[in-house]
């Protein structure tokens, strides 16, 4: 998520303080990825360091108020105008959960699944209430809100597919390793069962 470029684009519709931007941010997208305080003043200060914003002063209450600069409001067009780049996708945790576990002796693989499939499916139809109560409302303001929700129930209901599809192959692991054990155990016994059948026939 590029809050830097998030910060611009909220001090293009107008000057703001810290406090403010991060409560437009939270506002505008549900809350969804609540940003820390300081790491809104620190993206200001190198956003400042940069060129990209200016102080225009203290707004009377003590809030250092600031606002974008003609590069900055270039570069928040550059990031609207360009798509999102997939080269380096962000940490997806629970995949980076499943590849270790099926790589670990002693996880159980199918209990991970489970929990998260759950887990999953709780939060799609909390995602699905909020967004049905949301529309329901038909507010011009809840446009953003609703983008967000969208999002995350797009990404929810993939993931669950995923899980479906995590399940089928380990089911389809075992079957495998199962028939492969079954295939060694009886060229065992025919192995063992050779000599002996020799020995029968003298």
Request: hydrophobic residues 40%; contains cysteine; proline residues 3%.
């Amino acid at each position: 998520m590029s809050i830097r470029h998030s910060l611009l684009a909220l001090l293009q519709d107008q000057p703001r303080y810290g406090y403010q931007l991060r409560v437009e941010f939270e506002t505008r997208t549900g809350a969804t990825w609540p940003l820390n305080i300081g790491q809104v003043y620190t993206t200001l200060d190198r956003l400042e360091r940069d060129g990209l914003v200016a102080r225009e002063g203290d707004d009377g209450g003590g809030h250092v108020v600031y606002s974008i600069t003609a590069e900055g409001a270039a570069e928040v067009q550059g990031w609207f105008a360009a798509p999102v780049e997939r080269n380096n996708p962000p940490r997806n945790e629970l995949a980076i959960k499943l590849a270790l576990a099926v790589t670990l002796p002693g996880v159980d693989v199918q209990a991970i699944i489970q929990a998260q499939r759950v887990a999953s499916i709780r939060a799609l139809q909390d995602y699905t209430k909020a967004r049905r109560d949301t529309a329901a409302n038909q507010r011009t303001a809840d446009t953003a809100w609703l983008l967000v929700l969208d999002s995350l129930i797009f990404q929810t209901e993939a993931e669950v597919r995923w899980l479906d599809l995590c399940e089928a192959r380990m089911v389809q692991q075992a079957q495998s390793a199962g028939q492969s054990a079954a295939r060694k155990t009886s060229n065992g016994v025919t192995e063992d069962a050779a000599p002996l059948n020799a020995d029968n026939r003298r």
